[in-house]
């Protein structure tokens, strides 16, 4: 969907670099969300924003902080990336609480 | 904390076939959404449930939100080798509730 975009779409990282993905969107949305995708897990919420420099976390949140400065941009920063936290980052967006719209992910590998 | 639950983890079906998903639930839930994840890409949404014993459809998509408000299933008719990826339940509880997903099922198609 043209209306949200994550960058950078693939990442390798080293264990102890800080590490920050975006998550851009055109359409004006409230609400937006950062998830992970691990087998086994499905997708498990990291932190959720409700409106600008309103943030919380969800249920996945340690070693993960994020900042909404602006409607359009929700940043979701490893402070110091681990192996554990390889992964498929999703972001999200809502107008309202419900059907949600997904960005394409970004693969990130910590090695 | 609410779970849904999506079982098998993968289904092996033959092309021409109808295939069934159910996702369960201990809590209720007020809307339901199922969602399909093609490889490489994010989750996009399917058909969307907000009235206990709706059944709705979406081509040769048909998903019902159970009478109880703990379950829906998705039916698919007729699956194509497209029909391939990954499908996800997901449930809201209220209006400023955050989506609920299930852990997901593989769906393969064979030729």
């Known amino acids: 969907d043209a209306g949200i975009t994550q960058s950078p779409r693939h990442k390798v990282t080293e264990t102890g670099t800080p590490v920050t993905l975006r998550c851009h969107q055109t359409?004006?949305?409230?609400?937006m969300y950062w998830y992970r995708q691990d087998p086994g897990h499905g997708l498990r919420l990291i932190h959720y924003?409700?409106?600008?420099?309103?943030?919380d976390k969800g249920e996945v949140s340690d070693g993960y902080s994020v900042s909404r400065s602006k409607t359009e941009d929700f940043l979701l920063t490893l402070e110091s990336a681990t192996s554990s936290q390889t992964s498929v980052y999703f972001c999200?967006?809502?107008?309202?609480?419900?059907?949600?719209?997904f960005g394409s992910g970004t693969r990130l590998t910590v090695v | 904390g609410q779970q849904l639950n999506q079982s098998p983890q993968s289904m092996f079906i033959q092309e021409g076939e109808d295939v069934s998903m159910n996702c369960t639930s201990s809590?209720?839930?007020?809307?339901w959404l199922w969602y399909k994840q093609d490889p490489g890409e994010g989750p996009v949404l399917l058909i969307a449930?907000?009235?206990?014993?709706e059944l709705t459809s979406n081509g040769r998509l048909t998903a019902q939100f159970g009478i109880t408000r703990k379950d829906s299933f998705l039916n698919i008719s007729a699956s194509i080798p497209s029909d391939v990826g990954i499908y996800f339940c997901?449930?809201?509880?209220?209006?400023?509730?955050?989506?609920?997903f299930g852990k997901g099922i593989t769906l393969s198609v064979r030729p």
């Open positions: 999200a967006i809502s107008a309202a609480a419900g059907g949600y719209t």
């Open positions: 359409e004006n949305h409230r609400y």
């Open positions: 924003s409700y409106g600008v420099k309103d943030t």
């Open positions: 809590s209720i839930f007020n809307t």
């Open positions: 449930l907000y009235k206990a014993g």
């Open positions: 997901a449930g809201l509880t209220g209006a400023n509730s955050k989506l609920t």
